[in-house]
């Protein structure tokens, strides 16, 4: 079992930063990618990043790809996303996943963190 918990979300001005953390418990953190999605208010859910167990490799949506960065700290049971040069079009509810058996349905979601970017 792993419980995974949001935090850093925030109300910020267009072309603001923010970090948001994802602490998982358990012992078995580094054994699973880790990966951040978002929902908007009347959109489904979508991905937005992702990162292999080591952290070596990461995936990215076009829509941050140059803005937004992905990492983990395996010591610290914790992935992060910084998100760079923040749009309004970022507002959502940010979720972290973990899974094993790919994207589709993670194995594990955490409770959301919510994220409003003014214009």
């Known amino acids: 079992q792993v419980q995974l918990v949001e935090s850093g979300g925030g109300l910020v001005q267009a072309g603001a930063s923010l970090r948001l953390s994802c602490a998982a418990s358990g012992r078995t953190f580094s054994s699973y990618p880790m990966g951040w999605f978002r929902q908007a208010p009347g959109k489904e859910r979508e991905k937005v990043a992702s990162i292999s167990t080591s952290g070596s490799t990461t995936t990215y949506a076009e829509f941050v790809k140059g803005r937004f960065t992905i990492s983990r700290d395996n010591a610290k049971n914790t992935v992060y996303l910084q998100m760079n040069s923040l749009k309004p079009e970022d507002t959502a509810v940010y979720y972290c996943?973990?899974?094993?058996?790919?994207?589709?349905?993670?194995?594990?979601w955490g409770q959301g963190t919510q994220v409003t970017v003014s214009s």
């Open positions: 996943a973990a899974t094993r058996r790919g994207w589709v349905t993670p194995d594990y």
